[in-house]
């Protein structure tokens, strides 16, 4: 969903009075792409950003290495001749990220999902080329900064029904924490940090986690006195073992439990890209 904003306040960001010309307004399309987290969703999980959210703007110009930053809040109004700008260049490249953040290595910026409680998601935009001064409006494209993994348990109804799961824990085991994010290009660089542990008491659950290998990445899965430990590096996609958890994309696990076996009925990557489909079996 595409939403223009035309703002206008002075370099601390106050709303200004000076009347200038459009021509000199400072103005953002926003997309946010389809099950990034927003203010405003639908159930489809597309949104777009509401007045008095905010942004951290980031200016780069490349040729003279520097980069400028202020925070955009949506539905105030900001002019060029305002915006604390030092470059000269005339050609920068603009990117943003959700929430605003204070850093000064946008290039290597870290966010740990252990520290955000429910507010682990984040975006960031791709970067985009303009003019300074320009009057078109700039269109951003925010995505997912990180990977969710969607863990679906139920019950085959013949053997167990979905009120005997009801007790179903599910942990998602040994991943890194820490998502070293480049918030000029909008790209996930890497991970890091000691191998964690997220747990769910429900039989849907979603893992927010920085993109990463698979490494021993496992899922544990607990009804009453069973338990399985489900590894991620046997799943299998297309033919191929599945190495990496992407960002921006969400895989899918569907697991059908029976009285005496949990079964991988489907699995797909969904929401962000399509990274193909596994389809496993566990007993336990």
């Known amino acids: 969903m595409l939403l223009a904003i035309s703002i206008t306040t002075s370099c601390n960001n106050q709303p ?62 900001y002019y060029w001749s305002k915006l604390p700008i030092t470059s000269k260049s005339e050609e920068l490249s603009v990117s943003a990220c959700y929430p605003n953040v204070d850093t000064d290595t946008p290039n290597d910026f870290e966010w740990d999902v252990r520290e955000k409680n429910n507010d682990i998601d984040f975006l960031f935009s791709t970067q985009t080329s303009i003019k300074k001064g320009t009057s078109s409006p700039i269109e951003l494209r925010f995505t997912h900064a990180l990977h969710k993994l969607k863990v679906n348990v139920s019950a085959d109804k013949s053997t167990i029904s979905e009120e005997q799961i009801k ?20 790209k996930a660089v890497s991970a890091s940090g000691d191998a964690s542990s997220i747990e769910s008491k429900d039989s849907k659950a979603e893992f927010i986690i920085p993109s990463q290998e698979i490494g021993n990445i496992k899922l544990l899965i607990k009804l009453g006195n069973r338990e399985k430990m489900y590894e991620l590096s046997n799943s299998i996609v297309n033919g191929t073992p599945l190495t990496i958890l992407e960002s921006g994309k969400s895989l899918s696990i569907n697991i059908t439990v029976s009285e005496k076996d949990f079964i991988i009925s489907g699995q797909s990557i969904s929401g962000w890209g399509n990274q193909g489909e596994i389809n496993d079996s566990i007993i336990i």
């Open 16 to 77: 200004d009075n000076n009347q200038e010309t459009n021509a000199n307004i400072f103005t953002i399309k926003d997309m946010i792409l389809p099950e990034s987290r927003a203010p405003q969703m639908d159930e489809n999980g597309a949104g777009n950003f509401i007045d008095g959210d905010k942004n951290t703007i980031f200016f780069l110009s490349e040729e003279e290495d520097i980069t400028d930053k202020f925070v955009y809040t949506y539905g105030q109004k």
């Open 167 to 186: 007790g179903v824990s599910i942990t998602c085991i040994d991943f890194k924490p820490i998502a070293h994010l480049n918030l000029l290009t909008g």
